[in-house]
């Protein structure tokens, strides 16, 4: 099998009038540390962890990265990962990466790439992430096709 990509959306942030920032809720870091303690366990590790540079984002990419990317190489990508951002630009610089990567970002934007990379174009997507939702992709080494292995929702993981 040819590469993973690991598609997240950021945990479960708190309300923004509660704090404009929008940092994780303990909920969001509950649901994350579950997820990065399961597939640490499951023996996942990624060379690349890609987010948007938002806290929410940001905080979930770095407790993913204690558990499964302790030798990544942690990247803020501003642009391209929000909401309302083309997933074209980034699907475009997947197909160029070599090593098993985790981009985290937030909804809609994260539904559109995967739709993209599974099935050539956004609409209609795919299936939805909702917060601390993680997904693997495989790119298959001949055809370079992506398929999807597995989804996880944090709500199947025990508490």
């Known amino acids: 099998m040819g590469i993973r990509l690991y598609l997240m959306q950021h945990g479960e942030a708190v309300p923004e009038q509660e ?4 940092p994780l809720s303990p909920q969001g870091r509950e649901d994350v540390l579950r997820t990065a303690a399961f597939l640490a366990e499951a023996k996942v590790a990624v060379g690349r962890i890609v987010h948007s540079g938002k806290l929410r984002a940001a905080d979930t990419a770095a407790m993913m990265a204690k558990a499964i990317g302790a030798d990544a190489a942690v990247e803020v990508q501003p642009k391209g ?3 309302g951002d083309s997933p074209v630009p980034l699907a475009e610089a997947i197909l160029g990466w070599r090593e098993d990567s985790l981009v985290i970002g937030h909804q809609p934007f994260m539904g559109r790439l995967a739709s993209r990379l599974l ?4 609409q209609p997507v795919t299936f939805e992430f909702t917060p601390g939702t993680i997904a693997c992709l495989a790119r298959r080494p ?3 096709a992506w398929f999807l292995v597995w989804l996880l929702p944090p709500d199947l993981l025990p508490r």
């Open 81 to 83: 990962l929000l909401p």
């Open 19 to 22: 704090n404009p920032e929008r």
């Open 142 to 144: 001949v055809t370079g």
């Open 119 to 122: 099935q050539g174009k956004e």
